[in-house]
């Protein structure tokens, strides 16, 4: 496929994120996920297990979490967690295809499913109700609730423990922690990580908080970029999910039935437009790790939800990711052989403009 960008080398990230905290995804699903994204040639698959609406990881020592806020979501259950028995399965799925597979437990904001599990996570020991809207910020740990420590530490050490690779903390949108608290609890968090091993991960938010050789992931480039250009120049890697463009949970068009629009909405030929160097003004583009795509769930119920909405875009950010931004022409002239494969393996796509689909 021509290219024509200054990216001709492949990111080492080529990432796709799957939310299965606001809709749970059985591991037959998560795995058919995998094999889309190993046909476009990623190497990571990201699942961010817990939110305000759900929890998805059992936990050693805290069977709560599971047993009281798993069977919720967006709208209702039936929801549904994973065991150890399930995530070694993923995690084996996972490596056949060549991905990486990287947990995500989002602390201290997107925490109601933690609170409501957990009551010594909350000062005045009482639980929230649980939450099955679409509202973000509400939620928070407190660093002085008298389970908060232990909680934190157990949690972030059973994740190091299964992942083969860096550890997601989360850290973003905590709109109801105060800023100084919020300093605190993200630094126990990455220091939950940090002192059994391993290697964090954090949204744009934490960037202040973390260290060389750590990962910071932005997804939306109109919040404050300059504490990951510093972080990036203390040689924290930068993961680019900009909303913008790889956000695939947005809708294709106005009229699509299934996304949501908050940034606007996102046709195939605006993934494609993705140049990850020029994104930020200012970051060395030598700190750029790789791209990753993200598919949060507040509107999808089935696998072919999701096949829809990952195909064709997540196509684009294979191309991107692997060669640089794609010549468009030919790209476009490729896809219909690649929609009869997606055909052939049973994979809902969406009918992009300006391709000839036949
Ligand atoms: C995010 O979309 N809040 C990472």
Same mark, same amino acid.
């Given at each position: 496929m021509a290219?024509h960008?200054p ?12 939310d299965?905290?606001r809709?749970?995804f059985?591991v037959?699903?998560v795995i058919r996920?995998?094999d889309i994204?190993e046909s476009?040639?990623l ?11 759900g ?5 050693p020592?805290w069977?709560?979490?599971v047993?009281?806020s ?11 967690f994973?065991t150890e ?5 993923l995690?084996?799925?996972a490596?056949r295809?060549?991905?990486?597979l990287v947990?995500?437990i989002d602390?201290?904001?997107h925490s109601n499913a ?8 909350n000062?005045?020991?009482v639980r929230p109700?649980?939450?099955?809207g679409v509202e973000?910020g509400?939620s928070s ?6 389970d908060?420590?232990r909680f934190v /530490?157990?949690v972030?050490r059973?994740?190091?423990?299964? &992942? +083969?690779?860096? #550890?997601?903390?989360?850290g ?5 922690t105060e800023?100084v608290?919020?300093g605190r609890l993200v630094?126990?968090?990455a220091?939950?990580?940090r002192s059994?091993g391993g290697t ?7 960037a202040a908080?973390l260290?060389?050789?750590?990962y ?5 480039? /109109?919040?404050?970029?300059q504490p990951?250009?510093d972080? &990036? +120049?203390?040689? #924290?890697q930068v993961?680019l999910?900009?909303?913008s463009y790889?956000?695939?949970?947005m809708k294709?068009?106005e ?5 949501l ?7 195939l030929?605006r993934?494609?437009?993705l ?5 930020i003004?200012g970051?060395?583009p ?6 990753e795509a993200?598919?949060w769930?507040e509107?999808?119920?089935?696998f072919d ?16 990711v692997?060669h640089?931004?794609p010549?468009?022409d ?10 009869a494969e997606?055909e052939?393996?049973?994979w809902?796509w969406h009918r ?5 689909w036949?």
């Amino acid at each position: 496929m021509a290219v024509h960008s200054p990216e001709s080398t492949a990111y080492a990230w080529r990432g796709l994120s799957l939310d299965v905290a606001r809709r749970f995804f059985p591991v037959d699903d998560v795995i058919r996920v995998m094999d889309i994204a190993e046909s476009v040639g990623l190497n990571r698959l990201h699942l961010h297990l817990s939110d305000d609406q759900g929890w998805r990881l059992d936990i050693p020592g805290w069977p709560q979490l599971v047993e009281r806020s798993s069977g919720s979501g967006v709208g209702g259950g039936p929801g549904g967690f994973y065991t150890e028995a399930d995530w070694d399965r993923l995690a084996l799925a996972a490596e056949r295809r060549g991905l990486l597979l990287v947990p995500e437990i989002d602390l201290p904001g997107h925490s109601n499913a933690a609170l409501h599990a957990v009551e010594g996570l909350n000062l005045d020991g009482v639980r929230p109700p649980v939450y099955e809207g679409v509202e973000v910020g509400f939620s928070s740990l407190r660093i002085d609730a008298p389970d908060t420590e232990r909680f934190v /530490r157990d949690v972030y050490r059973y994740l190091v423990d299964i &992942a +083969e690779g860096p #550890v997601h903390i989360g850290g973003d949108e905590s709109h109801a922690t105060e800023a100084v608290e919020y300093g605190r609890l993200v630094d126990l968090i990455a220091d939950s990580v940090r002192s059994v091993g391993g290697t964090v991960i954090a949204w744009q938010e934490a960037a202040a908080h973390l260290e060389p050789g750590e990962y910071v992931q932005v997804w939306d480039p /109109r919040l404050a970029v300059q504490p990951v250009i510093d972080a &990036a +120049e203390r040689g #924290v890697q930068v993961i680019l999910s900009p909303a913008s463009y790889v956000y695939l949970d947005m809708k294709y068009r106005e009229s699509s039935e299934l996304g949501l629009t908050w940034i606007g909405t996102t046709e195939l030929d605006r993934t494609a437009a993705l140049e990850p160097s020029r994104l930020i003004d200012g970051l060395d583009p030598a700190s750029i790790a790789g791209v990753e795509a993200t598919l949060w769930t507040e509107t999808l119920r089935t696998f072919d939800d999701v096949s829809y909405m990952l195909l064709p875009r997540l196509a684009a950010v294979g191309e991107i990711v692997r060669h640089g931004r794609p010549d468009w022409d030919s790209f476009a002239a490729d896809l219909p052989a690649r929609a009869a494969e997606w055909e052939r393996r049973g994979w809902a796509w969406h009918r992009s403009p300006g391709v000839t689909w036949g």
